[in-house]
């Protein structure tokens, strides 16, 4: 799937469907370090990446750029930005997980901290 407008966007509910179909999707974490420790979000494969480092580490990402990348942070705002500038970037598949962790606890599993 090729996306072609900057608001492409996943819901928890689709997220999960695909993690649980063994999709390869990965999850980028655009949250802060110390918001590493409240909450996050089990996936085979996982990245971190604050918003304020992205523009000076996007080389790390270049094995992505034709790969599902699901980018979130704690409510998906900050990961909406980040998708927006990746989208600018070459990235052909990447999406925004609406709502962020927040969205995934309240839908998907309640059991993580929200903050």
């Known amino acids: 799937m090729t996306i072609e407008n900057k608001t492409a966007e ?12 063994g999709d390869r999707v990965t999850l980028l974490d655009v949250r802060e370090p110390h918001e590493l420790l ?15 480092e992205l523009a000076d580490r996007i080389s790390e990402l270049s094995d ?10 704690r409510s998906g705002g900050r990961s909406a ?3 927006e500038f990746l989208l600018t970037q070459g990235f052909n598949k990447v999406l925004n997980l609406t709502g962020g962790i ?14």
């Open 10 to 21: 996943i819901s928890p509910k689709e997220l999960k469907a695909k993690l649980e179909a």
């Open 64 to 73: 992505y750029k034709d790969k599902d990348l699901v980018v979130y942070c």
């Open 81 to 83: 930005r980040c998708t």
């Open 102 to 115: 927040l969205s995934w606890a309240d839908t998907v599993d309640p059991s993580l901290t929200k903050y």
């Open 38 to 52: 409240i909450a996050s979000i089990a996936a085979p494969q996982s990245l971190h990446i604050s918003m304020q």
